[in-house]
């Protein structure tokens, strides 16, 4: 059976932003639809709309030629319109099965029986007994696409789906959407990642500033065609040039442990690893492999043994994160408004928390208010924050723009090492493409990174050295230029 | 020294009876915190409980007017509770202290023209029972019906949280309101029911005290059992027969404790009168070790604002 979605004049403004202008959209089953846009575009607003999460101000929805009235989530699925958001809705402390027949009226059995077969059906193999906090993020996904497909829905919106999957999880995924749609399921997917679009759609739509800017075949688009549509002007492509390192050992991590008392994060066991100085050295991983228990650790969070960390000479395991900025270390968490900055202070107030010691932001006790302004101002207009307001609060900020008050903020003492944990999570392409600079402009000062992250292209962009950090255990480390994001999709998932 | 053996029965009974109050109220706000809700109001909507039931009791003289009316009581007031953190998004734990300073003033000046006047007797169930068995049949038989429903009512909490379809929304809106929402649940309307329920069962609990346990009206005469009742929940970390056996507990070592100081049993009273606290608080964490299961049962939402936004 055919199905057509056809969204006809949406319109949503948000005060201060045209979140959707005037956009109309026509879908038909049979093809995998491409909606792609930077953040902010207007995508999320898009489908949240179709999955009646946000009422539009004007325009209509149409199903199969029928006017759909989406007023709330249940109005969505009511009328087969299964959507998985980009942040699960899943409920952690419940069970797998709990999780799906909570909004559903099937009797246990029949439900049971129902999820088996669609497991058995599309190669899922989950047990629904045990309770969501223990699943994978691919698992997790698997599970809000059961629940979608319980209800046999017509139309499938995947929001974002691959920013938490490995490399592999991501093939399986693509399969499974491909087999959805040869029966008959019309799938509407939403990225910014370009390489995806040319994988897996038909059809293109991009979006721009709430507009809808063009609608294409992918055939006849490449990935440079498309990065320049979504970003409206011809983005330059960064390349790091890879010079000779030096071997002038910065840090070095002998044989760290970090055993956690609490059950839910990872343990460490026997880290090493060096950096020299220009060098970067990237830490790829799936999230939650104990990626933000080693950046605690480098970044003084958490105190270990003091010989674990040698440091430009000194031993400095047992030293807190002020401490060790005094050592010329800086640190860009990967939680911007939760540990980088606090959201209420004002961005200069949020410069001057780092540098308590090492500058004269402080007189006696008392705040130096007007020289703390002075360089608030310098980190704005050196590193391309877009406000003028020093005295606006830093949770009004976008995450680019903050990101890059953090990092200016943070290179204010010309850091030996900047340790910094996905930079670039979250942003638009302009900002990664400023942050990446950034990065590689510090190398080329000599001065080094580590790059924990989870975005493989960027790794291999940036780095000189990569290692990959699976439960906790630290692969060997490899030199950037023989490693490819095949192989570290294979060493992320456990492999050898 | 010979024991009568219906003695220990007697003391037994007695134990249980103390518990009373403290399982109604834990179990109640149990549930109201399983769906993310902070009431810190329990001690206040426990007094309105105590006065309502006996000033009901004492106006009208039907005591199923008065048990009914002090549910009713603890349903209003926490009403105000829901509408103040439900709809006005206010802060829950500042408007649950509110609650309770509220609810122990109105008390007091309710109750000036109840001091002093007699309670009337409560039925008890089985009681040409009471001389069968020795030993167990002080404390099988012969309660009022209230005691044997708050018996019942942790296993009865237990099942529905487990069982029902209605506990396991409950849980989720408890969990995550945000995805409980995106399936189409009615957070508010979830949060609301839980919260006045939890309002019913501390009003029942207040009705115990100045109707059956202690029949007559004193200011002030919940004396801190709703905050103890707000301890057993966190510390029996959200599992009601955990409450049970530290309600049993700290019932038991609060009866112990006036008998060790009847006897004349040279340890210091203020020792004595802290013992309960600090042996309840001590057992529940002990027997609560498992991080594991603290956090699958510990609502994720607790005292967070819900809002969809819009």
């Known amino acids: 059976m055919n199905t057509s979605l056809k969204i006809s004049n949406v319109t949503k403004i948000y005060p201060g932003c045209v979140a959707n202008d005037n956009v109309s959209l026509e879908f038909n089953s049979g093809k995998i639809y491409a909606l792609l846009g930077e953040n902010g575009a207007g995508k999320s607003t898009l489908v949240k709309i179709l999955s009646g999460v946000i009422i539009p101000d004007e325009g209509k929805i149409c199903l199969n030629e029928n006017n759909l009235n989406l007023n709330s989530p249940l109005d969505a699925k009511k009328n087969d319109i299964g959507m998985v958001f980009q942040h699960f809705n899943l409920f952690e402390t419940l069970s797998v099965f709990e999780n799906l027949i909570i909004d559903s009226d099937e009797k246990r059995e029949g439900l ?103 609608i294409s075949q992918v055939k006849d688009e490449n990935i440079e065609s498309l990065a320049n549509k979504m970003v409206g002007q011809n983005l330059k492509t960064i390349k790091k040039t890879k010079e000779k390192a030096s071997s002038d050992q910065l840090i070095r991590i002998t044989n760290l442990n970090f055993i956690s008392e609490d059950p839910f994060e990872t343990n460490l066991s026997d880290i090493n690893f060096s950096v020299n100085r220009g060098e970067c050295l990237g830490i790829a991983g799936i999230s939650g492999n104990g990626q933000s228990e080693l950046f605690q650790v480098l970044s003084g969070e958490i105190i270990s043994d003091k010989n674990s960390i040698e440091f430009n000479k000194n031993y400095i395991g047992d030293l807190n994160p002020q401490e060790r900025r005094e050592y010329l270390m800086a640190f860009s968490p990967e939680d911007r408004l939760e540990q980088a900055a606090i959201p209420q202070m004002a961005i200069f107030e949020n410069v001057a928390l780092n540098n308590f010691k090492s500058s004269n932001f402080f007189n006696n006790g008392l705040i130096n208010e007007s020289k703390i302004k002075e360089h608030s101002k310098k980190i704005i207009s050196d590193f391309n924050v877009n406000t003028d307001n020093i005295d606006l609060k830093s949770q009004f900020l976008s995450g680019g723009n903050l990101q890059k008050l953090i990092i200016g903020r943070e290179l204010i003492t010309s850091p030996d090492l900047l340790i910094c944990f996905n930079p670039t999570w979250g942003l638009d392409v302009g900002a990664i493409n400023y942050i990446h600079e950034t990065l590689i402009k510090i190398n080329e000062q000599n001065k080094s990174i580590i790059l924990i992250s989870t975005d493989t292209d960027e790794l291999l962009k940036l780095s000189d050295k990569i290692s990959v950090i699976h439960k906790g255990k630290l692969s060997n480390i490899m030199n950037a230029e023989e490693v490819t994001s095949e192989k570290l999709g294979i060493l992320m998932g456990g492999g050898n | 020294m010979i024991i009568d053996i219906n003695f220990v029965g007697l003391i037994i009974a007695s134990i249980m009876a103390s518990a009373v109050p403290l399982i109604l109220a834990s179990c109640g706000e149990l549930i109201t915190e399983r769906s993310g809700v902070l ?91 009471k001389d069968t068995i020795p030993l167990l049949s002080p404390i099988l038989f012969g309660h009022s019906i209230v005691f044997y429903f708050a018996f019942a009512l942790p296993f009865i909490t237990s099942y529905f949280l487990k069982k029902t379809k209605i506990g396991l929304i409950v849980r989720a809106v408890g969990d995550s309101p945000e995805s409980a929402s995106n399936q189409g649940i009615n957070v508010r309307l979830v949060r609301y029911a839980c919260i006045l329920y939890g309002g019913a069962m501390c009003g029942l609990a207040g009705a115990y005290l100045s109707m059956i346990y202690t029949p007559q009206w004193i200011e002030n005469m919940t004396g ?67 991080s594991r299961k603290i956090r699958l049962s510990t609502p994720s939402s607790l005292g967070k604002s819900f809002h969809k936004d819009n």
């Not at chain 1, 995924?173 to 990225?191: A, D, N, P, R, W």
């Not at chain 2, 509220?102 to 039925?123: H, L, Q, R």
């Not at chain 2, 040279?266 to 309960?276: E, G, N, S, Y």
Request: hydrophobic content about 50%; charged content about 15%.
């Open chain 2, 224 to 290: 801190g059992r709703g905050w103890i009742a707000l301890a057993l929940v966190v510390f029996s970390t959200w599992n009601p027969i955990k409450i049970l056996i530290g309600a049993l507990i700290f019932g038991g070592l609060t009866i112990i404790q006036f008998h060790m100081q009847a006897i004349g049993v040279r340890i210091p009273v203020q020792f004595l009168t802290a013992l309960p606290y600090i042996v309840t608080i001590i057992v529940l964490v002990v027997i609560s070790r498992d």
């Open chain 2, 39 to 129: 009431n810190l109001g329990v001690e206040g909507m426990m007094i309105i409980g105590a006065i309502s039931g006996f000033a009901l009791m004492t106006i009208t003289g039907s005591l199923i007017i008065a048990v009914f009316g002090a549910m009713l009581a603890g349903v209003l007031i926490s009403t105000i509770f829901a509408f103040l953190t439900q709809t006005l998004i206010t802060n829950h734990v500042a408007t649950g202290l509110a609650l309770t300073i509220f609810g122990i003033g109105i008390s007091a000046m309710i109750g000036k023209n109840f001091v002093g006047i007699p309670g009337k007797e409560f039925p008890v169930l089985f009681e040409g029972l």
């Open chain 1, 112 to 214: 049971r029986e129902k999820i088996d077969t669609i497991m058995k059906k599309y190669n899922f193999s989950i047990d629904l007994d045990i309770p969501v906090l223990n699943l994978s993020a691919g698992q997790k996904q698997k599970v809000e696409i059961i629940r979608c497909l319980i209800r046999n829905p017509k139309v499938l919106i995947m929001d974002e789906p691959t920013s938490v999957l490995t490399e592999q999880e991501t093939s399986e995924l693509f399969l499974s959407l491909k087999k959805f749609s040869e029966e008959g399921i019309l799938i509407i997917y939403i990225t910014h990642k370009l390489k995806e679009v040319m994988r897996l759609c038909d059809e293109v739509a991009v979006m721009r500033r709430g507009k809808l800017v063009s």
